[in-house]
């Protein structure tokens, strides 16, 4: 079986730590996890969909960016999961290719 890590691959969003609190303000440690959803976005450049595993909030940031090259464009590489830095400069080769 494959584990896929809980993390968002455009935003760089991890599970975070915090407590839970009973009503008698008893505290136990829990996780936060982040709401990611399994995607296929669609690139104008590549012409192409791609199958990303993002957060909800990455989601509407892509859509109010303008889809999903835009969204690379500006995106740091620090965030990005290994697959979609290597979407992002295909993307910049192909507008490369085309200017």
Do not use: W
Not at 8 to 15: A, F, I, S
Not at 45 to 65: E, F, P, Q, Y
């Amino acid at each position: 079986m494959i584990h896929m890590s809980r993390v968002c691959e455009l935003t760089g969003k991890r599970p975070m730590v915090g407590n839970t609190c009973s009503h008698a303000n008893n505290k136990s440690k829990r996780r936060y996890l982040p709401n990611l959803n399994d995607v296929t976005l669609q690139s104008e450049t590549l012409n192409r969909g791609i199958k990303l595993r993002i957060s909800a909030a990455a989601l509407r940031s892509v859509d109010h960016r303008g889809g999903l090259d835009a969204f690379l464009a500006k995106a740091k590489d620090t965030n990005l999961s290994a697959s979609a830095l290597k979407v992002k400069k295909e993307i910049a080769k192909a507008q490369v290719a085309t200017a």
